[in-house]
């Protein structure tokens, strides 16, 4: 299935309103490999039409819900009206998502992009294990190594990490 030799660990600290999850890869074979991954965040929220997410803006980001490959982030917040599925290259280190009475911060380091998702309507009534009115209640905000692939050399290891703080 991968013809490399490695190990991975995946290590979850949860402590008041802190959840950090961190990532590592081990190369335990005797040649380097390049990988992608993700840790793929679901997060609950009471109403997605009232939710954004903040520092975005100036980012490029591929939309993969209608295939459009370059484009800039130009409001400061991403707001949802429909299916949004975009992986966003080399962005900020934080960005946080808000809804009324609740915000949460979102840090990632090592993992140089962000992947937001919601499926939307239309979508969400396609997936078999979602409620089909699901989409108004989660929000992905993920933590992912897309755009430019680490290489992990022989003997050696790759680190990442995403923390979530409620406030």
């Keep these: 299935m991968w013809p490399h030799a490695f190990r991975a660990t995946l290590t979850v600290t949860v402590g008041g309103p802190h959840l950090k999850v961190e990532f590592s890869i081990q190369n335990t074979g005797t040649t380097s ?3 992608t991954g993700a840790l793929h965040t679901y997060l609950g929220v009471r109403d997605i039409a009232a ?6 803006g100036g980012c490029h980001y ?4 209608k295939g459009i490959q370059d484009v800039i982030q130009v409001d400061p917040e991403l707001s949802f009206t429909d299916e949004v599925d975009r992986i966003y290259m080399r962005a900020p280190g ?3 998502m ?4 609740r915000r949460m911060v ?7 992009d962000v992947v937001v998702w919601n499926p939307g309507p239309e979508k969400c009534a396609a997936l078999g294990d979602m409620d089909p009115e699901g989409y108004r209640r989660m929000l992905c905000i993920e933590a992912p190594v897309i755009s430019e692939p680490p290489e992990v050399l022989a003997g050696e290891s790759w680190y990442g990490s995403q923390e979530l703080t409620a406030q």
């Excluded at 939710?51 to 975005?56: D, I, Q």
């Excluded at 808000?98 to 009475?101: A, M, V």
């Design 106 to 112: 979102v840090k990632s380091s090592g993992f140089p």
């Design 33 to 35: 490999f390049h990988f």
């Design 62 to 65: 591929r939309e993969s819900a």
């Design 94 to 96: 934080q960005v946080a």
């Design 51 to 56: 939710t954004v997410v903040e520092n975005l």
């Design 98 to 101: 808000r809804e009324p009475g």
